[in-house]
């Protein structure tokens, strides 16, 4: 973790939150690579499941919600971690985290150090308005789904779509963690990746292992191996008390937010919600937002399955499964589809003009193919330059060299196996497009 953590501040994906006033704890900043390679893992999702189906619809919510949202979602009275306190020097940790303790524990001589245990509400309090009271009090939402909730009504509507449908959300949510850590892990503002999918009861079990198979496969397509992932069926005791069962997708962490240790713990949770949030909502308005069913002519209230997915937590996942170190280099293999940078252009010699002129006239032909996500470098050695792409995860590099001027043909190198092909100029664009697709 130390090394891809230097690495990633060292090639500018992620750099720790307000670094130059000395970091603030649980925030971190999306650098030029990682903006692009966030944007990538949002954009495969969206089209994984949105834009590949004819079922859900898209939404974005305010990030801002009436109190009362957080009131009937039970997330005022309920939404807490267990907080005990330092009685020497006032540290603060999750009373679950065991290993932490014991640590702290460790840098003191004296005993029954602790607090009694309290319940610690993880939602961000602000105001809306220039006073500072309890009537204009709310909270920065700790999840993008009651915004889909809350829009249910809405989305029926102004659609043709009917159920079973998902709404789904690309958005920040913002907790107030006791103990954050392990890098983009656990932090205490993220972007969340959220599908509501709403279902007639009785048929929930049957979409709720539809989607458990659904978003296992997305990781496995994106080039998570194996071996480092797998779904869990969570026992009655650690899930809330409306699901009716919950699922997670488990990866293979380098580490363990509770032991120390590395170990399978949560990437993805994947919930059968019940009728709990629509319920809810419907008691506090006092309203019916049921769905009427015209072909069975019935009125219900929908059972929801929800895949949620932190996508700081998603690109932790793909950066460890793509971190390799080999004898003469550090490489991210990164699925090509993910990775921030598709293709590299060099010149070989960086003081030749004939070769740059080349060298630039090919670029902005692959720049338009692919979105902009080209590099173009004539700094250094080739063989730095080359080891430079292998860090950022790079998937093929092109090089125009003095045989490129006779022969109008360049060397592709992969990055996985640095192995070199030859191609002429002209089919660069779809041999790399071929490569991409396959």
Sequence with gaps: MEKLVALCKRRGFIFPGSELYGGLNGTWD?????????????????KSVVQDREDVVGLDSAILHHPQVWEASGHVASFTDPLIECKVCHARFRADHKNNITLHEKTHQEKNIWTEVKSFNLMFKTFVGPIDDEKNKTYLRPETAQGIFINFKNVLETTRIKIPFGIAQIGKGFRNEITTGNFLFRVREFEMMELEFFVKPGTDKKWHDFWKQERLQWYLSLGIKKENIKLVDLPKEDIAHYSKGTTEVWYKWPFSSSSGKSDFGELEGIANRGDYDLTQHAKYIGKDISYFDQEGNERYVPYVIEPSVGVGRAILAFLIDAYYEEEKRVVLKLHPKLAPCKVAVFPLLGNKEELIVKAKEIYKILKELFGGAVMFDDRGNIGKRYLYQDEIGTPWCVTVDFETLKDNAVTVRDRDTTKQE????????????????S
């Design 422 to 437: 030859r191609i002429v100029i002209s089919k660069v664009s779809s041999f790399l497009e071929k490569k991409l697709n």
């Design 30 to 46: 999306l650098g030029p690579l990682g903006v692009a390679f966030a944007n990538n893992v949002k954009k495969e999702w969206w």
